[in-house]
């Protein structure tokens, strides 16, 4: 009978084949035995499924139709997992060599911790603030908002964020980003799968949270290191994917801070979250308009440089044979 594996990792795709070829790849380079990689095609259309037949034949592929929503096709690829560890991996990232065993010898080292994030890093190199607290009303009425520009210092971003808090070492935290989120299957089994409820976004803060509930701790590791390209997916839908980020705001707040505020403080929120969409959607818009214009500029540009603007046009000989007959003309 073949024993379970240790570590299973799930990823989610949706139409980006090529970052999902170099994540599957620098997790082959990893070389770690019994692991379990296990993809969820969400309706791709880009030859996706294709590629991973083709070039990673040992890792398990299941295909939807369409697509089904973040959380739901990770809840998929759970349920199809069988390691004692589970890792949520976003297709978008490269896992540096280490980083799946720092992950599981951290929650070996730690069986108080139900789930752990890794050190998330940009692709320059720079920090991704992927531990954070969780979000309160003023995160949510000056965190990427009019407010928060007028008072980009306030307390209220500042310990959502977790400004002052050190990548550097082990650490409890409210909760980490779901892009790399390594969860110990006791913790499923305890408060159930991801809430379906979120079609994505904000699944992360809520598992989290329900782990905290159920006695789980949460932690953060540095010495599991992964390279994520953010948004790669959302990006190609981004107006649906910012409504959806904010309707799953919306969701969370409703779902878990009922009995935290009193009631007649959720309408601030909804505002709070709502403005924040606002803007959001407004530098989307600001962003195309000033595109359109670029493009416009250009065009009309190329358009008068282009040969074929002049009605009569002349050759380079024709224009110097003119110049002769101008200075004849002179001269005599």
């Known amino acids: 009978m073949k024993a379970s594996p240790l570590l299973s990792i799930v990823i989610v795709t949706w139409n980006v084949r090529e970052d999902l070829r170099e994540c599957l790849k620098s997790l082959e380079a990893e070389g770690m035995g019994a692991v379990e990689i296990i993809v969820v095609d969400n309706g791709s259309t880009d030859g996706t499924a294709e590629m991973v037949r083709r070039e990673f034949p040992q890792v398990r592929l299941l295909i939807n139709d369409r697509n089904l ?105 409210d909760w980490v980003s779901g892009a790399a989120m390594l969860v110990r299957r006791e913790v499923f089994e305890r408060i159930g799968l991801l809430d379906e409820r979120f079609w994505a976004y904000c699944e992360d803060v809520d598992l989290c949270w329900r782990a905290w509930q159920a006695g789980f701790k949460v ?36 779902k878990n801070y009922r009995h935290r505020y009193p009631l007649v403080l959720f309408p601030l929120i909804g505002l709070g979250i709502l403005l924040r969409l606002s803007g959001a959607l407004l530098k989307v818009f600001w962003h195309y308009l000033r595109l359109q214009w670029v493009g416009m500029i250009s065009q009309r540009r190329a358009a008068v440089l282009s040969p074929e603007s002049d009605p009569h046009p002349k050759s380079f000989c024709s224009r110097e044979a003119a110049g002769e007959r101008g200075k004849q003309a002179k001269r005599s």
């Open 69 to 173: 929503g973040y959380t739901k096709a990770n809840n998929q690829g759970i349920r199809a997992s069988q390691g004692k560890f589970i890792l949520l991996l976003n297709p978008d990232t490269v896992v540096l060599p280490g980083t799946l065993k720092a992950l599981v010898v951290c929650a070996q080292a730690h069986p108080e911790a139900g789930i752990i994030g890794p050190k998330l890093l940009n692709p320059d190199g720079s920090l991704q603030r992927s531990a954070r607290s969780f979000p309160d009303i003023g995160a949510g009425l000056f965190r990427n908002t009019l407010l928060g520009r007028l008072f980009p210092n306030n307390p209220f971003v500042c310990r959502y964020l977790l400004t002052d808090f050190n990548y550097d070492e082990v650490r409890e935290v």
């Open 219 to 254: 932690l953060f590791c540095p010495h599991a290191v992964i390279v994520h390209k953010i948004g790669r997916s959302s990006d190609q839908r981004l107006v649906p994917s910012l409504i959806q980020h904010h309707k799953s705001m919306w969701r969370f707040y409703l």
